[in-house]
């Protein structure tokens, strides 16, 4: 069974740039469509972004669309989220996961631990 840990996450100033990396372990991610989710305080998990497996089909929310950039890593074991232009609406918990229904409904198991993302006016 695939293990996702979240990284990367931290605080940045509107308008700032941060990137975010989702490292598996047990198996490889490249076979499974990723996705980045996030939530915050108070409100239900919201999908940001996904990409297919093996594929170069990708797929945002609206509300990150022409901000954030999804991608994968050389290795198989690895997904990025790059996020430019941030917002104080982009303060959240960010989770990377298998798609489990395209685009963007996640697999029940392998969340990880997130990675807290916070920008400041």
């Known amino acids: 069974q695939v293990q996702l840990a979240e990284s990367g996450g931290g605080l940045a100033q509107a308008g700032g740039s941060l990137r975010l990396s989702c490292t598996a372990s047990?198996?490889?991610?490249?076979?499974?469509?990723m996705g980045w989710f996030r939530q915050a305080p108070g409100k239900e998990r919201e999908f940001v972004a996904a990409?297919?497996?093996?594929?170069?089909?990708?797929e945002y929310g609206d509300s990150v669309k022409g901000r954030f950039s999804i991608s994968r890593g050389n290795a198989k074991k690895t997904l990025f989220l790059q996020m430019n232009d941030l917002k104080p609406e982009d303060t959240a918990v960010y989770y990377c996961?298998?798609?489990?229904?395209?685009?963007?409904?996640?697999?029940?198991?392998?969340w990880g631990p997130g990675t807290q993302v916070t920008v400041s006016l």
């Open positions: 996961n298998i798609i489990e229904r395209w685009p963007s409904e996640a697999s029940s198991g392998s």
């Open positions: 990409i297919g497996a093996w594929t170069s089909f990708v």
């Open positions: 047990g198996s490889t991610i490249a076979d499974y469509a």
